[in-house]
């Protein structure tokens, strides 16, 4: 309707000089050869590299190999490396979750002025430096009472240094959870501020206790906002390298410090396309997953809404 | 809208959500608490109170170039991203253009690739091309991260617009262009102002791709912050830290001022 009112008005007075959507693909043109010049053609030819030869003076050419792939998939230290990317990555987005849930309903059903304040803290951590925020993270979590969980922890009697955890995949999942919070909370809050809130109101006045209507509807009615987030934290967690390098050490190397790893120590620049390529692939793989998962959960709401 | 958290489950979320604040803001208060400290060592407990780092780190070379070079940065991007962005999402959402959902995953595929290797990928092509001008390089990988913001709140700004205005101009005679100063634009404006200045802290807060391009001469802050990191262990860098953490107070209040927090994050 609304294009044929717009072509209806526009033919008679303006002659137009283009067909109109040739003049969109001119007008987008720009961007997109940007993003094609300094995104698209990059990344394929860094990719290629996984599949190609190293020489001894670095020169990167033909022939074709998989070995790089080969040793990433057979050496028990690189598997090592993607077993951990993927469980920090799983945790950090099922803690963010759990995190966020209450958050979430804060913003979206709280009083006034404490979703406010809500919203103001959760928004503020996304315009700091990840470099800050996994530096506050290293003081907080310091090993020794120098650290400001374990100082505090002394004061109220807990013997000296009881946590360990600077250094250890939990580290990077506390920090983690942290950085990408409000990547969760905001999908999740738009999500919940979405639902009728007559249907909530129906269900008490039915009989079902707080706890029932939340489970019964609030919850499923959150799942898009839910997937949504799920799959930004674990594709950016996976993907992330600041955190994992400052609070990870040797015992949480993850796929983006060994990337770097091997760019500036081992200058095997096949091997870390391979580990870009293996990157790239579970950042895709999430964001492809999830977006076939809601269609299939969709369609199969239309057809069970049919057959009734 | 009207609360509607009450009760036992209501009191348990109100408990949950303050618990959540106070992970959210510990780092960060952590941070600022250790910048006036008057050790000499960036360790916990902090001792006293001073601002004798703030003195210090105001009138450091080194750190006034980092965040000058920040600065320059996320202004320079986020002028070409919307330069770049605005025109496209206008096409985009107003004109039929064939395949404009594959475009549109195009324009904001730098959200789902990974930027570490964004910026690797950036480097070595650069290299190819024997581009060795750091600022240049910078800036170029600091529009490939700001476009898409750009590009995604221009469409959700689109969105909101009455199109029954825009069609009324036009019946009435309006030529296209017309139209979108006098009826488009200042109903995206505001929109579009907050998306600047989320693009703007990306870019200023940047880590993955300053981290391939970046050389001595040209340090965006970041960079500069973890690299002192590793080499000076007394308060002052709490103090930069904190100087960062001011600035992205300030981009909250100005995203709240622009138009509202909750609808610069589409919530």
Known sequence: ?308 | MAARLSGGGGALTYFLAAAGLIFIVSPLVVVVALSFSEASIATYPPVGFTTAWYQRVIVDDEFRQAFLTSVTLALASTVASFVLGLPAAYALNRWEVPGARTIETILLSPFILPILITGLALLQFMALLRMRDALTNLFIGHVLITLPYLVRTVTASLKQVDRSLEEAALTLGASPWRVFWRVTAPQITPGIAAGCLFAFMVSFDDFPISFWLSNAENMPLPIYLQNSMTKVFDPSIATMSSFTIMTGILAVIGLEKLVGLRRAMSV
């Open chain 1, 1 to 308: 309707m609304t294009a044929s009112v717009l072509q209806a008005t526009d033919m008679p007075t303006r002659r137009a000089v283009l067909p109109k959507w040739l003049a969109g693909i001119a007008i987008l043109l720009p961007a997109l050869a940007f993003l094609f010049t300094f995104l698209v053609l990059p990344s394929i030819i860094l990719l290629s590299y996984s599949v190609l030869t190293q020489s001894e003076s670095g020169d990167i050419s033909l022939p074709l190999t998989l070995s790089s792939y080969q040793r990433l998939v057979s050496g028990p230290a690189y598997r090592h490396v993607v077993m951990t990317t993927l469980r920090v990555s799983v945790l950090t987005s099922l803690f963010a979750s759990l995190l966020a849930y209450p958050l979430a309903m804060a913003i979206a059903y709280g009083k006034p002025l404490f979703s406010r304040i809500t919203m103001i803290l959760v928004v503020l951590p996304m315009v700091v430096s990840v470099v800050v925020r996994t530096y506050g993270w290293q003081l907080v979590l310091g090993n020794s009472n120098t650290g400001v969980l374990n100082w505090l922890l002394q004061l109220i009697g807990f013997g000296p240094a009881p946590v360990k955890v600077m250094f250890t995949e939990w580290a990077i999942v506390i920090a983690s959870v942290h950085v990408f919070l409000p990547l969760m909370v905001l999908p999740l809050a738009a999500s919940l501020g979405r639902i009728n809130p007559s249907l909530n109101e129906a269900a008490r006045m039915l009989g079902a206790p707080a706890w029932r209507a939340f489970l019964r509807i609030t919850l499923p009615l959150s799942v898009p906002g839910l997937l949504a987030g799920l799959t930004i934290v674990f594709s950016l967690t996976a993907a992330s390298y600041v955190t994992p390098q400052m609070v990870g050490g040797n015992r949480g190397l993850m796929l983006g410090v060994l990337l770097e790893q091997q760019i500036n120590t081992s200058f095997d620049w096949p091997m870390a396309a391979a580990i870009a390529s293996v990157m790239v692939a579970i950042a895709l793989g999430a964001n492809v997953g999830v977006e076939w998962l809601v269609g299939r959960r969709a369609a199969a709401r239309l057809r069970r809404s049919r057959a009734r």
